[in-house]
């Protein structure tokens, strides 16, 4: 992206923000100029929480996986 590019994306977004009226929208928009951007979001999380991505990932590498048709169907039965 050239140096123009960059200054007129800019001019876009501030003039997108200026008339936003959703909340919701400006408080997504703040926490992401808030969000730490030095930190993994993996340090983050739990011990427990991240034994459970890493049990989910040894599950989908053994090919104990299955289609979210299946998961739907079998929730449903129960």
């Known amino acids: ?3 123009a590019e960059i200054k007129q994306t800019k001019t876009n977004l501030i003039a997108w923000i200026e008339q ?3 909340t919701n929208m400006l ?3 703040e926490s992401l100029k808030n969000s730490k ?3 993994d ?3 983050e999380l739990s011990e427990s ?3 459970n991505i890493n049990e989910g990932l040894k599950d ?3 090919g104990r996986t299955m289609s979210s048709a299946e998961f739907w169907k ?3 039965s129960e």
């Open 20 to 22: 936003l009226s959703d």
């Open 41 to 43: 979001w993996w340090d």
């Open 37 to 39: 951007t030095n930190t």
């Open 74 to 76: 079998r929730l449903k």
């Open 27 to 29: 408080a997504f928009l």
């Open 60 to 62: 989908a590498q053994e």
């Open 1 to 3: 992206m050239s140096v």
């Open 49 to 51: 929480q991240q034994e």
